[in-house]
């Protein structure tokens, strides 16, 4: 069984910073990619971030510049320090992490972020 633990969630006014931790555990996984996903109300989930097991990382367009990921393999623990938010960045924050080819995929719970104007 593998567990994603996210946190950092929450409410934050336009400008504002939050961090996104999500941690991995349990047995029989591999780290291929971790990243994060979005879901806001009536859309689809959409990527914002996903960086490899060697950091290379990808973003949105519509974050770039402002969203940062980063990775603690040791911890086996992703972060996204999210910066300059805006009203549309508001929506459910899912955790991901991809096995690779020979491994599953997971997700987590997801984590609400809502930005206010």
């Known amino acids: 069984q593998v567990q994603l633990v996210e946190s950092g969630g929450g409410s934050v006014q336009v400008g504002g910073s939050l961090r996104l931790s999500c941690a991995a555990s349990?047995?029989?996984?591999?780290?291929?990619?971790m990243g994060w996903y979005r879901q806001a109300p009536g859309k689809q989930r959409e990527l914002v971030s996903v960086?490899?097991?060697?950091?290379?990382?990808t973003y949105a367009d519509s974050v770039k510049g402002r969203f940062t990921i980063s990775i603690d393999k040791d911890k086996k623990t992703v972060y996204l320090q999210m910066n300059s938010l805006k009203p549309e960045d508001t929506g459910v924050y899912y955790c991901?992490?991809?096995?690779?080819?020979?491994?599953?995929?997971?997700w987590g719970q997801g984590t609400q972020v809502t930005v206010s104007s």
């Open positions: 349990g047995n029989r996984f591999s780290i291929e990619t």
């Open positions: 991901h992490l991809g096995g690779g080819t020979w491994y599953p995929n997971y």
């Open positions: 960086i490899s097991s060697d950091s290379v990382t």
